[in-house]
């Protein structure tokens, strides 16, 4: 997807600004961060997970569950329009890309082995990409 077609787009200089060296390099350099590592892996609480490039809403707590891929998993995104998906053939495999649908934030990928009584897919997500708003 290009650039572009997002609402949210702004340069890599200006990125750079505004995010810590690893949230650009995952988010906008296509990284990810090691496994069993990120802040948000163990989180717990009730709440919503947004974008940590232009905060839009991601996922919920009620659909997080716990993968043991060492990222944090999501069974289904706030919305349909909350995400985006593309192919990704990097690393001699054909993986489905996961990025933000407001701003093309690299988010993680998406894979059919999630939990069968819901969607059945997991989305396994970067703690980095994204930021956490507790419930009140």
């Known amino acids: 997807m290009s650039e572009n077609k997002f609402k949210v787009v702004k340069t890599d200089d200006e990125w750079q600004k505004e995010l810590t060296p690893?949230?650009?390099?995952?988010?906008r350099l296509k990284g990810t961060e090691r496994a069993f590592t990120g802040k948000l892996y163990k989180e717990k609480r009730s709440g919503t997970y947004n974008?940590?490039?232009?905060?839009?809403p991601l996922?919920?707590?009620?659909?997080?569950?716990?993968?043991?891929?060492g990222w944090p998993?999501?069974?289904d995104p706030v919305s349909p329009e909350?995400?985006?998906?593309?192919?990704?053939?990097?690393f001699g495999?054909?993986?489905?890309?996961?990025m933000c649908a407001a701003c093309g934030a690299h988010l993680g990928h998406v894979f059919p082995d999630g939990p069968r009584q819901t969607t059945g897919l997991r989305y396994c997500i970067n703690s980095v990409s994204m930021?956490?708003?507790?419930e009140e």
Request: aromatic residues 14%; glycine residues 2%; proline residues 2%.
């Open 59 to 69: 996922f919920k707590s009620d659909t997080k569950f716990e993968s043991g891929s």
């Open 51 to 56: 974008c940590i490039c232009c905060n839009t």
């Open 73 to 75: 998993s999501f069974w």
């Open 93 to 98: 495999m054909a993986r489905t890309e996961v």
């Open 22 to 27: 690893e949230q650009f390099a995952v988010a």
């Open 82 to 90: 909350a995400v985006v998906t593309e192919t990704d053939t990097s």
């Open 131 to 134: 930021d956490f708003t507790p």
